[in-house]
T-cell receptor, first 113, second 114 residues
Framework: DAGVIQSPRHEVTEMGQEVTLRCKPI?????LFWYRQTMMRGLELLIY????????DSGMPEDRFSAKMPNASFSTLKIQPSEPRDSAVYFC???????????FGQGTRLTVV | SQKIEQNSEALNIQEGKTATLTCNYT??????LQWYRQDPGRGPVFLLL?????KEKRKERLKVTFDTTLKQSLFHITASQPADSATYLC?????????????FGTGTRLQVTL
């Protein structure tokens, strides 16, 4: 398996634009996580899915953020409208079992200007 | 809520020495904790998991200890090498329930020099 795949690796967008981040988890993993990493706050869990169902989205900062997992091999994180304070690195991770070894993607570095 | 403290100052160490990184937590005692390595521009990579009933865990040159009385985990790299230079993150899980999430510290950067 190629591991968790995220796209794009880098995204620069203007404030107010819609941004969509994509993730392909490792095949067979039942859990998928979206994290955001900044220097100030470190790695924060935004939302996670179990078998494609959103379980906990309490980390999603605002209604501008939404995430979907239409099938076991694909998930998206959308920000609409984007703001400069959303600039961060967004990671997707997957695991076989909750809270065991998590496999992270390479991340998407988002810059909102 | 749980607060996790890792030394924000970089740890500089000479090749061949043992590097020791600290993870302190407040409030509840976690069911287990994990250590990850993160290189610049990459996602974290899992290294070790230790449970609350385990005092110590080893994997090759890595050793993790877990002291629930001190509310602290120590992460050791023996015979450190320049390739060990990276940021190391600790992450805690409150309990073994399926709703319990990983909470990460902000990490400590390790620099191993020749």
């Amino acid at each position: 398996d190629a591991g968790v795949i995220q796209s794009p690796r880098h995204e620069v967008t203007e404030m107010g634009q819609e941004v969509t981040l994509r993730c392909k988890p490792i095949s067979g993993h039942d859990y998928l996580f979206w994290y955001r990493q900044t220097m100030m706050r470190g790695l924060e869990l935004l939302i996670y899915f179990n078998n494609n169902v959103p379980i906990d989205d309490s980390g999603m900062p605002e209604d501008r953020f939404s995430a979907k997992m239409p099938n076991a091999s694909f998930s998206t994180l959308k920000i609409q409208p984007s703001e400069p304070r959303d600039s961060a690195v967004y990671f997707c991770a997957s695991s076989l079992v909750m809270n065991t070894e998590a496999f992270f993607g390479q991340g998407t570095r988002l810059t909102v200007v | 809520s749980q607060k996790i403290e890792q030394n924000s100052e970089a740890l500089n160490i000479q090749e061949g020495k043992t590097a020791t990184l600290t993870c302190n937590y407040t409030n509840y005692s976690p069911a287990y904790l994990q250590w990850y390595r993160q290189d610049p521009g990459r996602g974290p990579v899992f290294l070790l998991l230790i449970r609350e009933n385990e005092k110590e865990k080893r994997k090759e040159r890595l050793k993790v200890t877990f002291d629930t009385t001190l509310k602290q985990s120590l992460f050791h790299i023996t015979a450190s090498q320049p390739a060990d230079s990276a940021t190391y993150l600790c992450a805690l899980v409150k309990d073994t329930g399926t709703a319990s999430k990983l909470t990460f510290g902000t990490g400590t950067r390790l620099q191993v020099t020749l």
